[in-house]
Every structure is written in C-alpha cells, then in structure tokens.
T-cell receptor, first 115, second 116 residues
C-alpha cells in the first residue's frame, strides 16, 4: 500500500457517460495533484490543490472537473470525454514545507479508456 | 518554464551490470530539487533518489547513485549490480523551491529492461 489510493483501477466509459475518479491519502500531506500519463509523452500536470484550494489548472478542458472536499480526498469528475482522453490518470500528494522539496507520493493510477 | 529531457527512450543491460540513464534539464532557477522515479508494470511511481541543487555531493541510495553536474544541467542515474526487479520506466523530474508552488516537471522516461 503506497499511502495514496486510487479507485477504480480501470474504467471504460462511453463519450456520453459521467464518471468520477477518486484519490485518497492519509499521509498528512497538504497538497494533491492530478496528472495525465499518455504513451511517449511527459506526464502532464492537470490540477494542483494546496490546503484544499485549487492553485493551478493547466488549461484543462472543462469536461474534466476536479473536486477537493478536504485535504485527504481528491476527485476528478469526467463527462462527455473524447477518445483522446484515454490515458493513465495519476494522483499524487506531497507535504509542502517551505523550501524542503520532499517530492510526491503517487497512487497506482486509473487506466481510463473512452469508447 | 522548466523542461526535462531524457534522450534514451529504451535501454537494456544484462543482470548484474551497471547502467547509466541520462537526464538534462533547463531552468533559470538557482535552488531546486531533482528526482528519479521508477514506474514498474504495477504503474505505481516510486521515488528512487532525490538531489538538492545547493548540495554539491551526489546523492546515493544503496545501488542507485546520481552524477549531478549543475553547470551542465545534467542529472544522470547510475544503477549498479542491476537486478531483474529494476526493470521499469524511469522518469527524471525537476521541482522548483517556491513554497506553495512545488510542481514536479517530468521527462518522457527511459524504459529499462534487465536481461537475465
């Protein structure tokens, strides 16, 4: 168990469906992230939450909607996705302490296939 | 914006040999952090090693060590006595040191295969 749990592990959805990805951490971290991992491309940072407040949205289409109800949980709501949105979605968390740069703890990801 | 480049898409070595993975980065920052992450088939990204840019001493973790050349903006990973369990994707990553904005920027990865 990594300390960051993502569910579901696999998800197949049609373009008209609505689904949600869930991420949970009980490491006492204060920042959480969503990344998209596609083949042969660098991991793409999608959203950042610090202390439950969204601090970054990297021009992500509105069909992806994040939610962070508390510092331990992070959701990614999906609706009317496109086939090119098929990818591995990784959640991560970190403890931001001024200037210490600890790095992230990652979950095992959700493999999303849009059909 | 920072960029991270890994120029070796794939590598393979015999078990017990030593292998070096390359990484270069571009930044105008003076203080930052560098990381190597490993992603095995289980998909979980695992932190292998971390380097603080203001420290000249190269980081080591058991069989893993780095060659950090700050002026050249180079950060290579050396794996000694390679084992079958080292087979994975390896990602180099950069983090700035701005509190409240500690984002990780990743390279495209190197797929490493250890041959029995």
């Amino acid at each position: 168990e990594t300390g960051v749990t993502q569910t579901p592990r696999h998800l197949v959805m049609g373009m008209t469906n609505k689904k949600s990805l869930k991420c949970e951490q009980h490491l006492g971290h204060n920042a959480m992230y969503w990344y998209k991992q596609s083949a042969k491309k660098p991991l793409e940072l999608m959203f950042v939450y610090n202390f439950k407040e969204q601090t970054e949205n990297n021009s992500v289409p509105s069909r992806f909607s994040p939610e962070c109800p508390n510092s331990s949980h992070l959701f990614l709501h999906l609706h009317t996705l496109q086939p090119e949105d098929s990818a591995l979605y990784l959640c991560a968390s970190s403890l931001e302490v001024r200037g210490l740069g600890y790095g992230y703890t990652f979950g095992s990801g959700t493999r999303l296939t849009v059909v | 914006a920072q960029t991270v480049t890994q120029s070796q898409p794939e590598m393979s070595v015999q078990e017990a040999e030593t292998v070096t993975l390359s990484c270069t980065y571009d930044t105008s920052e003076n203080n930052y952090y560098l990381f190597w992450y490993k992603q095995p088939p289980s998909r979980q990204m695992i932190l292998v090693i971390r380097q603080e840019a203001y420290k000249q001493q190269n980081a080591t973790e058991n069989r893993f060590s780095v060659n950090f050349q700050k002026a050249a903006k180079s950060f290579s990973l050396k794996i000694s006595d390679s084992q079958l369990g080292d087979t994975a994707m390896y990602f180099c990553a950069f983090m700035n040191s701005h509190f409240g904005n500690e984002k990780l920027t990743f390279g495209t990865g190197t797929r490493l295969t250890i041959i029995p």
